[in-house]
């Protein structure tokens, strides 16, 4: 099926006389005959029996976006940044460290620079865009993922994925790519090597700012038998010696890290949560078609204006990126704009402050347009050199094109403008 086929059936098919419509399954818990099969799901959890890891309502949304990316297994997660965070613990221990490139979401860079390396799990941050041979360098013998975003928050750059796939497994490690601003309408990363792709739901997969979500998916390709990640292939003592790759086959990842991560963490959405983004997703083509539109043309009209200083849309002709994002991104680079205004911060803030129909708040990826400073919002914790290596200006606005009507974003935008 085409995605748009797949965001309304994947995942949910009714049976004679089910509901067209996925029910929700508002229970935290299930009914067995016996006390045998309780004591057997215990020891190895093949159906639900709480909601603290799985649910029949969100299971149908991890099978459709599993479907989605292209993947054979999915796990939902009750925020964006308890998938990240789960991802790299599924194969990160006290001890191992890992690789991200710099130019990442600013809570991300916190949650792997300072939260993990408190566990003993040490961040090497590179830059994206230097050569092989450089991010060679940064591998260390106890190095045991590489993780990127497809287009970086804020500074939409998009990453060579073919490039970062490459080297990982040439240093037998698994890819981790967040897909979050892309979605899996606009870039599949697995169809370019990624190994396991992760998204804040909350942004354009729900689209509607109902609720944080955030969800894992494993592609099922990566050899967990190298020798590399004995805690896949032996004897998992807490689970009475299940051997995930033995028992799991291509699937002992996301396996691994329900039965291991989520069943001590508890990270697992609520149904109704799974409900509303499941609504969003049956839109999520027809959106980020209209997004890229609005977006692209926005992008032009802020190109021509002699008070902006530089604007960030790889869709442009002329930007840093849009070379990567025609081979990556070829039906769109999102609905999400990041430009300098000229005069730097104090600028930056009046203009978003003489918007009308924008609305500045801590959020991305609406139906409705939406605008923040991530210098003094969502990077406010990152010192001055990790900005510049996030590629952060002072003076740099995240512009969320919505659903409005285009020309009436960009008279909001103008009339703005016209006050500084």
Known sequence: MKDETKCLHSGYTP?????????IVQSTTYVFDSTEHIGQLFDMPTAHMYSRFSNPTVEVVEKKIADLEGGVGAMCTSSGQAASLLSILNICHSGDSFISTSTIYGGTVNLFAVTLKKLGIECIFVDADADEETINQAFQANTRAVFGETLANPALAVLDIEKFARIAHNHQVPLIIDNTFATPILCKPIAFGADIVVHSTSKYMDGHAL??????????????????????????????????????????????ARMQLMRDFGAYP?????????????????????????????AVFLKQSDKIESVSYAALEGDKYHELAKKYL??????????????????????????????NEVHVADIRTCVLHPASATHRQLTDEQLIAAGVNPGMIRF?????????????IQQSLAQL
């Open 211 to 256: 609720q944080t979500g955030g969800v894992i998916v494993d592609s099922g390709k990566f050899d967990w038998t190298n020798g590399k990640y004995p805690e896949f292939t032996q004897p998992d003592e807490s689970y009475h010696g299940v051997v995930y790759t033995r028992d799991f086959g291509n699937m002992a990842y996301i396996i691994k």
């Open 15 to 23: 049976k004679n006389g089910d509901p067209r419509v996925m029910p």
């Open 400 to 412: 969320s094109v919505g659903l409005e009507h285009v020309e009436d974003i960009i008279e909001d």
């Open 330 to 359: 070829p039906d769109g680079t999102c609905g999400v704009i990041s430009f300098v205004i000229k005069g730097g911060k104090e600028m930056a803030v009046k203009f978003m402050d003489g918007l009308k129909l924008a609305s």
């Open 270 to 298: 609520s149904a109704h949560s799974a409900f509303l983004l499941n609504l969003g997703l049956e839109t999520l083509p027809i959106r980020m078609r209209q997004y890229c539109e609005n977006a692209q043309k926005v």
